[in-house]
Structure formats: structure tokens, C-alpha cells
């Protein structure tokens, strides 16, 4: 049977399509990413703007891969970047855990990111990467794999820390005070860097920095493996 003249205008227009994405895969990835990492920031903005429909979609779509925890979130347009715990308890009136993700901010405190700042700091780490390997695609190995899963132990090792502490109570856990490692410093450091999460406590910061290690160390191990894939699928 013999195709007409719109079926196989069809398929080459859809062959053209899928000759141009594996040409320019690696710029279809970032611009991707990019949009994936960066829509959580739309939701406080939204909500400054006065389009709370729009904000609540986002702030719904994220909450699927992220517990969205306000004392674990930055804020935009209030007073503070973070909050403590004790704060949103005050204003919200529950740490239950159901009560603290739907808490996303008012006009005085701002609005939540709607990602936490370890999302943050993975996801936005892995776009770096792919940004980075664009640039210098032609000098990078790819990471051995035992490598990177050197680089992602620590983000296993803090997540896991954080799951338990959480079982004995939002505000209650050992990682909520800190207090072996304030023991272990002799308690050099401020108090707010031992207790709580906010930015520059320890907490925050293990996040951060565990974050940009396993982001950076997968996008190094992943891409310079598919180029070569891709490569060849497009001769």
C-alpha cells in the first residue's frame, strides 16, 4: 500500500524532528533541566503577583518529589531567607507533618520555594553539571562509576541522618539540636549554627554542600556516557 502524499510529509517531518533533538541533545537536556529546576522559584512569585491558582498548581506538582518542609525551604519576598521551626509553629499551630508542608508562606514572611533546599541545591547542581559538560564536552571524561558513588554517599549518609532524627519528632530529633556535635566542637560556634535549620546552621549547610556533590557526580558520570550513545544512534 502505498502512503499518500500527508502520511509521508508526516513522517519526514517527524524523522527532521528527531534528527535535530539527537543533534542537539545535550542543549534539549539543559533547557529541559533548566525549566524543571527553576519552576519551583515561579511559585513564591506567583503568589506575590496575586495568581495563587497558578502558584498552588506548582506548589501541588513538586509536593509529588518533595516533602516541602517551610523551616527546610527559602522564602522569597519577606523578612528572611528561612525560618525556624518554633516561628511557623507559632504562626501556623502544628508541627504536624501534613500541616507544616501546607504552610507556604503569607505576605510578612513571603513564600516558599516550592522545593526544599536540598532539591535545590541536587537538582540545580545536575543542571550545572549539564551546563558545564557543554562547555567543556570535549575535554571530559566521564567519572568512573565508583567515584560517584564515593560522591553520593554523603547525601545518603545526611538524608538517612535527617529520616531518623525526623521519627522522634519534628523539633525533637538529635539532628534538631546538634548536640554531639556541640559536644564535639566544645561549642565554638553560635548557637544557631548547632540548632535548627536555618541558612548557615550545620544542617542547612550539610544539605547545601552534600547536594552540589551528588548533583555535580551524576551529572559527570551520565552525560559523557550518552554522548557517544547518541552519537552513534544519529550517524
Given at each position: 500500500?502505498?502512503?499518500?502524499?500527508?502520511?509521508?510529509?508526516?513522517?519526514?517531518?517527524?524523522?527532521?524532528?528527531?534528527?535535530?533533538?539527537?543533534?542537539?541533545?545535550?542543549?534539549?537536556?539543559?533547557?529541559?533541566?533548566?525549566?524543571?529546576?527553576?519552576?519551583?522559584?515561579?511559585?513564591?512569585?506567583?503568589?506575590?503577583?496575586?495568581?495563587?491558582?497558578q502558584a498552588y498548581v506548582v506548589y501541588v506538582f513538586?509536593?509529588?518529589?518533595?516533602?516541602?518542609?517551610?523551616?527546610?525551604?527559602?522564602?522569597?519576598?519577606?523578612?528572611?531567607?528561612?525560618?525556624?521551626?518554633?516561628?511557623?509553629?507559632?504562626?501556623?499551630?502544628?508541627?504536624?507533618?501534613?500541616?507544616?508542608?501546607?504552610?507556604?508562606?503569607?505576605?510578612?514572611?513571603?513564600?516558599?520555594?516550592?522545593?526544599?533546599?536540598?532539591?535545590?541545591?541536587?537538582?540545580?547542581?545536575?543542571?550545572?553539571?549539564?551546563?558545564?559538560?557543554?562547555?567543556?564536552?570535549?575535554?571530559?571524561?566521564?567519572?568512573?562509576?565508583?567515584?560517584?558513588?564515593?560522591?553520593?554517599?554523603?547525601?545518603?549518609?545526611?538524608?538517612?541522618?535527617?529520616?531518623?532524627?525526623?521519627?522522634?519528632?519534628?523539633?525533637?530529633?538529635?539532628?534538631?539540636?546538634?548536640?554531639?556535635?556541640?559536644?564535639?566542637?566544645?561549642?565554638?560556634?553560635?548557637?544557631?549554627?548547632?540548632?535548627?535549620?536555618?541558612?548557615?546552621?550545620?544542617?542547612?549547610?550539610?544539605?547545601?554542600?552534600?547536594?552540589?556533590?551528588?548533583?555535580?557526580?551524576?551529572?559527570?558520570?551520565?552525560?559523557?556516557?550518552?554522548?557517544?550513545?547518541?552519537?552513534?544512534?544519529?550517524?
Open positions: 500500500m502505498v502512503n499518500s502524499p500527508t502520511q509521508r510529509y508526516s513522517a519526514g517531518t517527524l524523522n527532521r524532528v528527531a534528527a535535530w533533538i539527537l543533534q542537539r541533545w545535550l542543549l534539549v537536556i539543559n533547557v529541559l533541566v533548566g525549566f524543571y529546576v527553576l519552576t519551583p522559584f515561579a511559585a513564591p512569585i506567583l503568589m506575590k503577583t496575586g495568581l495563587n491558582n513538586y509536593s509529588t518529589q518533595c516533602h516541602q518542609l517551610p523551616e527546610r525551604s527559602y522564602f522569597l519576598f519577606g523578612q528572611s531567607l528561612t525560618y525556624p521551626l518554633d516561628l511557623i509553629n507559632t504562626v501556623r499551630g502544628s508541627t504536624a507533618v501534613l500541616t507544616l508542608r501546607q504552610f507556604i508562606g503569607n505576605d510578612q514572611m513571603g513564600y516558599k520555594v516550592a522545593w526544599s533546599d536540598r532539591m535545590i541545591s541536587l537538582y540545580t547542581s545536575v543542571w550545572l553539571g549539564g551546563l558545564l559538560y557543554a562547555l567543556w564536552r570535549r575535554r571530559l571524561r566521564p567519572l568512573p562509576l565508583v567515584l560517584a558513588g564515593v560522591l553520593l554517599i554523603p547525601i545518603l549518609l545526611d538524608g538517612g541522618a535527617h529520616f531518623i532524627s525526623d521519627l522522634q519528632g519534628f523539633g525533637q530529633g538529635f539532628h534538631d539540636t546538634n548536640a554531639w556535635l556541640r559536644a564535639l566542637t566544645g561549642g565554638a560556634f553560635p548557637l544557631t549554627f548547632y540548632a535548627g535549620d536555618g541558612w548557615g546552621s550545620f544542617n542547612s549547610i550539610t544539605r547545601l554542600w552534600t547536594g552540589v556533590l551528588a548533583g555535580l557526580a551524576l551529572a559527570w558520570a551520565i552525560l559523557p556516557r550518552i554522548d557517544p550513545i547518541i552519537t552513534n544512534a544519529s550517524k
